[in-house]
């Protein structure tokens, strides 16, 4: 199994350009999340989906949306990229919702903005 | 907001020797769990402690929570320079719809010396 699955592992874009970063989970995870990792802030949570075919936000929506393209599928896009939004970004995945489960995640996406 | 504050920020020893970190939060928990992250990589699991548990053991780890102080600790026990990265905590908050929503503090970068 790979796990979690991201790409592109890197990404230059001018600010104002837009870009999807994809996720994919080969666990049969029912949940997956966005995070971005930026330095001295631990990771935030940028949007969540508890159950395919949902998507709620979280710590840091503003500027991205996602998709649950299926259960294996969760995408991120960037609509008008802003050098704020410099960081690392992480997927991750769980079972599920549950207080039982850890998040498997990842290797990142590090995204610069020019 | 971040819900874990960690300490040390910091932490340098040698081989061999133990190492500390703690973490504390502000809310009420279902868990609360540990994660390690080498450099430039994705975060993995560790350890997961429930909020009616106070010790728990893997290996060389040792959680131990106490809710009463709203803190947790991890110990490494005989280091090994392997054992180099960032150690991150993160919280699963208790009551209404938490989602499996984890809140991370902003990690203790521990350096084992060989």
């Known amino acids: 199994n790979a796990g979690v699955t991201q790409t592109p592992k890197f990404q230059v874009l001018k600010t104002g350009q837009s870009m999807t970063l994809q996720c994919a989970q080969d666990?049969?995870?029912?949940?997956m999340y966005w995070y971005r990792q930026d330095p001295g802030m631990g990771l935030r949570l940028i949007y969540y989906?508890?159950?395919?075919?949902?998507?709620d936000k979280g710590e840091v929506p503003n500027g991205y949306n996602v998709s649950r393209l299926n259960k294996r599928e969760f995408s991120l896009r960037l609509e008008s990229a802003a050098p704020s939004q410099t960081s690392v970004y992480f997927c991750?995945?769980?079972?599920?919702?549950?207080?039982?489960?850890?998040?498997?995640f990842g290797p990142g996406t590090r995204l610069t903005v020019t | 907001s971040q819900q874990g504050e960690e300490d040390p920020q910091a932490l340098s020893i040698q081989e061999g020797e133990n190492a500390t970190m703690n973490c504390s939060y502000k809310t009420s928990i279902n868990n609360l769990q540990w994660y390690r992250q080498n450099s430039g990589r994705g975060l993995v699991h560790l350890i997961l402690?429930?909020?009616?548990?106070r010790e728990k053991h893997s290996g060389r780890l040792r959680v131990t929570l106490d809710t009463s102080k709203k803190s947790s600790s991890l110990l490494i026990t005989a280091s090994r320079a392997a054992d180099t990265a960032s150690y991150f905590c993160a919280t699963l908050n208790a009551g209404g719809t938490s989602y499996g929503k984890l809140t991370f503090g902003q990690g203790t970068i521990l350096t084992v010396h060989p």
């Open positions: 666990m049969n995870h029912n949940s």
């Open positions: 991750a995945s769980s079972p599920g919702t549950s207080s039982v489960y850890e998040q498997y």
């Open positions: 402690i429930r909020s009616n548990e």
């Open positions: 989906s508890a159950s395919e075919g949902t998507t």
